[in-house]
């Protein structure tokens, strides 16, 4: 999952920060129980020092020493390419492994803020999102990290695209330059909850209130994609992900995006889900969307129609993932509820999980092993499928 993170009370400041009345997102409250949790935690310092307040984007991540583990710390999303392993989260914290999932190292990021997303395409290139409108990527497979882009650069950046093409004489593009307005000046500073990159130089990112940026250019540049998606009330954007050579976005109201090739637009399609969904996992045959209230749907025609899976709970689902035969779909929540399928989404069961707490994302980092990540950091024994209940 992807929920939004903000250093020692996520979720609150970042979220509420506008200068108008703006409603709570769905996925706030997810985080925010998240952060009250890690306020409580011995191991990540606080960003707040002797001196004063200490701008995360300005200070590089401590480096955990002595007894303290990186991958006993709260993290947030994980992803895994061959034999490595990315994860991430509170105050910049980054982790990675070479060996599944069985030893870990804590990577180099120069900022504090709160990390909520990670892609790992290749062997070497990777990308972070998180609070204060942060994209991070790394060349060295996540060993190390640098910052490409920030909310001072989308206040500086994002709104002069619209207003220069207001200027010129578009005045449809008035609405998106407010939007983004209010999105990034004074102490807003809200999160990218997701990254995805097509190739090393295509990628998106997408957040709250309906924010999307893309690159062409490897993230050297960045340029605001409001007017790109159907998205006109700027409804949350919780997660973008690539999925059988298609782009998909979830986010508020049950409404899934996909990425029309010919256009250069996100399409958006309704599952009929009247609540949030968290995240999207599938193949080119299938597709599964979740997120509150156990709510899950299916497609099997790339997201054109949805129907709704039976879950049986109203625990939240926040993460996902499909293993490796392609069939299995394993879904988990924040209450650390635990649920297979063997065919392709249709039907779920319970399974077991080595522990019981609340999960924000979830890999396959080798055959038959799933890690989860959530407040104790990496769980990597995972499901225990031989010990299934009944529903």
Not at 41 to 50: D, T, V, Y
Not at 112 to 139: K, M, P, R
Not at 205 to 223: N, Q, R, Y
Not at 267 to 291: E, H, K, N, P, Y
Request: hydrophobic letters at 40%.
């Amino acid at each position: 999952m992807t929920s939004p993170q903000r250093p020692s009370i996520a979720g609150v400041p970042a979220l509420l920060g506008s200068r108008r009345k703006r409603r709570v997102p769905a996925n706030t409250f997810t985080a925010t129980a998240l952060a009250l949790f890690c306020g409580l935690c011995i191991g990540l310092p606080s960003n707040i020092g002797k001196t004063g307040y200490i701008d995360p984007l300005l200070e590089a991540a401590t480096p955990l020493s002595g007894a303290l583990r990186p991958d006993r710390e709260p993290l947030v999303a994980i992803t895994t390419v061959a034999n490595r392993t990315l994860a991430v989260g509170l105050r910049g914290l980054a982790i990675r492994s070479n060996d599944n999932g069985r030893s870990w190292q804590q990577s180099v990021v120069p900022v504090q803020t709160d990390l909520v997303s990670v892609q790992l395409l290749n062997e070497h290139d990777a990308w972070a999102t998180g609070h204060d409108g942060v994209i991070l990527h790394s060349t060295d497979g996540g060993s190390s990290w640098q910052k490409q882009f920030d909310h001072v650069a989308a206040r500086d950046s994002l709104q002069k695209f619209y207003l220069d093409r207001v200027r010129s004489g578009e005045s449809g593009m008035q609405r998106y330059a407010d939007e983004l307005k209010l999105n990034t000046e004074g102490d807003v500073s809200l999160p990218f909850l997701g990254v995805w990159f097509t190739d090393e130089m295509n990628g998106f990112a997408v957040g709250s209130f309906g924010m999307i940026v893309a690159t062409h250019d490897g993230g050297k540049s960045w340029l605001p994609w409001l007017h790109q998606i159907d998205n006109p009330d700027f409804l949350n954007l919780n997660a973008v992900r690539g999925i059988g050579g298609e782009v998909y976005i979830t986010g508020e109201k049950g409404f899934v995006y996909k990425l029309d090739r010919e256009t250069g637009r996100f399409v958006s399609s309704s599952t009929g889900c009247r609540g949030t969904l968290f995240d999207i996992v599938g193949t080119a045959q299938f597709l599964v969307a979740f997120g509150l209230r156990g709510a899950a749907y299916r497609s099997v025609d790339g997201g054109a129609s949805w129907t709704q899976i039976s879950t049986g709970t109203e625990a939240s689902i926040t993460a996902g993932a499909v293993l490796d035969d392609g069939k299995s779909v394993v879904l988990v929540s924040d209450t650390g509820l635990a649920l297979r399928s063997e065919d392709e989404g249709l039907s779920f069961h319970r399974v077991e999980l080595s522990h019981r707490i609340p999960v924000y994302g979830a890999t396959e980092t080798a055959k038959g092993t799933l890690a989860l990540v959530g407040y104790l950091g990496v769980d990597t024994a995972g499901l225990r499928p031989a010990q299934a209940t009944n529903q």
